[in-house]
């Protein structure tokens, strides 16, 4: 377990089914300082694991066996409320919006620079898992923010990187 300076610890629950995109996920957050985390293949395994040991933070791809992120979500909000981000190679702006209506806190794509979207998810498990929770914590610079439907879209030199509620 790594702390933080602060001596805080964010615990995160990841949920891909791509072996690969998780080894990228150890390379690039597991590393990090500040943040504890645990890895799941399959829905039922997170559901699990989430019953027995309290995460700050969940990400979660959308593409899943079984049933797909957003419906991953409500049953892991029918367990236990925590902070979402749901994750997609397969990105398009109506997915965004649907993940957002339904309770998820924020919406990255898989897609550009994966150095650049793994810096993007570290800024929103950090934003998400800290006591005091600021969306602009979440942003690197340069960025532009546009609404669309009650939806704050993020973009990075112009690509899309993520979306987040504005509620």
Do not use: W
């Not at 504890?36 to 933070?57: G, H």
């Amino acid at each position: 377990m790594t702390v933080d300076e602060d001596g805080s610890t964010i615990k995160v629950l990841v949920l891909d089914d791509e072996k690969d995109f998780l080894d990228l996920c150890r390379e690039f957050i597991g590393r990090e300082r500040g943040l504890e985390v645990d890895y799941a293949t399959s829905p039922a395994k997170a559901l699990n694991m989430l019953a027995t040991d309290d995460y700050q933070v969940v990400v979660s791809d959308h593409n899943l066996p079984g049933m797909d992120g957003l419906q991953f979500l409500k049953a892991m909000r029918s367990i236990k409320s925590k902070p979402f981000v749901l994750i997609t190679g397969h990105g398009r702006e109506a997915l965004a919006i649907d993940a957002l209506h339904n309770g998820a806190d924020f919406y990255l794509e898989k897609a550009g620079n994966p150095a650049g979207m793994f810096e993007q998810m570290l800024r929103a498990i950090k934003a998400l898992g800290s006591p005091v929770r600021k969306i602009t914590d979440c942003l690197s610079d340069p960025f532009q923010v546009f609404s669309a439907g009650g939806v704050l879209f993020i973009s990075n030199s112009g690509e899309r990187v993520m979306a987040a509620a504005s509620r």
